[in-house]
């Protein structure tokens, strides 16, 4: 199991920022598309974000797109998710995850998924 390590949640509120981070070993780093899913209590896991490992091309949910930042962190073999103007609606477990095909993840049919970070946007 490739292990992905999400970091960055938290409590804020309504209008502030967050950004959550996710670690993964060189190789997937450098070989994986990587994205961010996130559910919310009594709901299904939505897709979010996700970024080619190659020129960084990036794929947004229409929920989250002028709002949230999908970027790879070359230094660190970490991909951080910027998320700006949060709202009530945001609040959820958000995971990382990863697969070769940016399709894939897109689709959040990936290979390899982290354990989550809990984001609560309070009113």
């Known amino acids: 199991q490739v292990p992905l390590v999400e970091s960055g949640g938290g409590l804020v509120q309504a209008g502030g920022s967050l950004t959550l981070s996710c670690a993964a070993s060189k190789h997937t780093f450098t070989t994986h598309a990587m994205g961010w899913f996130r559910q919310a209590p009594g709901k299904e896991r939505e897709f979010v974000a996700a970024i080619r490992w190659s020129r960084s091309i990036t794929r947004y949910a229409d929920s989250v797109k002028g709002r949230f930042t999908i970027s790879r962190d070359h230094a660190k073999d970490t991909v951080q998710l910027q998320m700006n103007s949060l709202v009530p609606d945001d609040t959820a477990v958000y995971y990382c995850?990863?697969?070769?095909?940016?399709?894939?993840?897109?689709?959040?049919?990936?290979?390899?998924w982290g354990q989550g970070t809990q984001v609560t946007v309070s009113s």
């Open positions: 995850a990863a697969d070769t095909l940016f399709d894939n993840v897109i689709a959040g049919q990936c290979n390899y």
